[in-house]
């Protein structure tokens, strides 16, 4: 199982101190929360896609290409690329480029955003959203997996004799995790491909990241990929972390109320009670974090949300720290317990090139 860290890139005032960082400093401590995370022992550093503001990350393929520059085991993932909205010729280009820098540690998440007017920006109608996922993924997926296309559509110019490059390092495709909140249609374009899904339930109660991840368990199997437990499932969380409960409540409090997805609405303690947020000790965030395998089964990627809401950089390290040295290690080796033989582990390059050379074999 992974185990990793996504950052959604917002520049928010500290509401403790009212200093505001700026874009340039960021960015930076966005770097050095991912070199953080690998120095911790962590699996997985993601970041979003944005075009607006308060958020920097509006070129996730820059700031990985210079991260994998830096890094050496870290798998390199965004959390999301924006399929609707992002050329599919682009898209491959870029990621297959990563690819090669990176020595294939790079996978993508695929999703709509969350920004409506990021469509008018660029040429697409909202309302068109689910259509354009469907329809720009699937040319993707051929633009990765076939030397040349011949292909027609209905929201791009059509593609004649057309090779991406560079080619997927080693033949071998990124793998692509579905990321989606509350779309079915997205969950079954997971499923229809064998590819991923991500669940990022951290503004969502069980029951519907439970209805949501068995609906896409069963149209996996329907599709002929194995059986519904032997899906690729990843999750989302959100923690913070001190040694007392209450120092935790107390410090992060102030954050909570002045984020700028969920401030001014819900109370901390509501929040924490009806999604995955823990505010608390590592054996707090260890248990509720462990209470996902009872609604989402068996899965393989758990990332964290941890950089959020104008929480300073010397606060998200000491965070990393908590995690990588007494949270994850219990995990992985929890997660490990019962665990069925047959439920595969996460996809890596290295696996999907081993399982492609058995194939070609």
């Given at each position: 199982?992974?185990?990793?860290?996504?950052?959604?890139?917002?520049?928010?005032?500290?509401?403790?101190?009212?200093?505001?960082?700026?874009?340039?400093?960021?960015?930076?401590?966005?770097?050095?929360?991912?070199?953080?995370?690998?120095?911790?022992?962590?699996?997985?550093?993601?970041?979003?896609?944005?075009?607006?503001?308060p958020f920097v990350p509006s070129s996730p393929t820059t700031m990985l290409g210079y991260i994998a520059a830096r890094t050496e085991k870290l798998i390199l993932s965004t959390s999301t690329t924006l399929i609707t909205t992002n050329d599919p010729v682009k898209i491959a280009e870029d990621y297959a480029m990563l690819q090669h820098l990176a020595d294939g540690r790079v996978d993508l998440m695929m999703g709509r955003g969350n920004t409506g007017p990021v469509y008018p920006w660029f040429g697409q109608d909202i309302r068109q959203g689910i259509n354009l996922a469907i329809e720009n993924y699937a040319l993707l997926h051929r633009l990765w997996r076939e030397d040349v296309v011949d292909w027609e559509g209905k929201f791009r110019t059509p593609l004649q004799g057309f090779t991406s490059t560079p080619r997927p390092l080693d033949d071998v495709p990124p793998f692509v995790w579905h990321g989606s909140i509350r779309s079915p249609e997205i969950a079954e374009q997971a499923a229809f491909y064998g590819d991923g899904f991500f669940h990022n339930n951290i503004f969502w109660p069980a029951d519907h990241t439970k209805q949501m991840v068995e609906l896409y368990r069963a149209r996996y199997a329907h599709y002929g990929h194995g059986t519904p437990e032997q899906a690729i499932v990843g999750l989302g969380g959100q923690v913070f972390m001190r040694k007392n409960s209450q120092d935790a409540v107390r410090e992060f409090r102030p954050y909570f109320d002045n984020a700028p997805v969920y401030g001014h609405g819900p109370s901390l303690e509501d929040f924490t009670e009806q999604t995955p947020l823990t505010v608390g000790s590592p054996q707090q965030v260890i248990e509720k974090t462990l209470s996902f395998r009872e609604y989402a089964g068996d899965y393989q990627r758990q990332l964290f949300l941890m950089d959020h809401a104008g929480l300073p950089l010397k606060t998200v390290l000491e965070q990393l720290d908590m995690l990588g040295e007494e949270v994850v290690p219990v995990l992985r080796k929890e997660f490990a317990k019962g665990r069925p033989a047959d439920v595969p582990e996460a996809p890596t390059h290295a696996s999907l090139k081993a399982a492609r050379e058995v194939t070609v074999a």
């Open positions: 199982m992974q185990f990793g860290i996504f950052t959604v890139g917002d520049v928010t005032p500290d509401p403790t101190t009212g200093r505001t960082p700026t874009e340039r400093e960021r960015i930076k401590a966005m770097v050095a929360i991912a070199l953080k995370a690998e120095e911790v022992g962590l699996d997985v550093f993601a970041t979003g896609e944005h075009h607006n503001p």
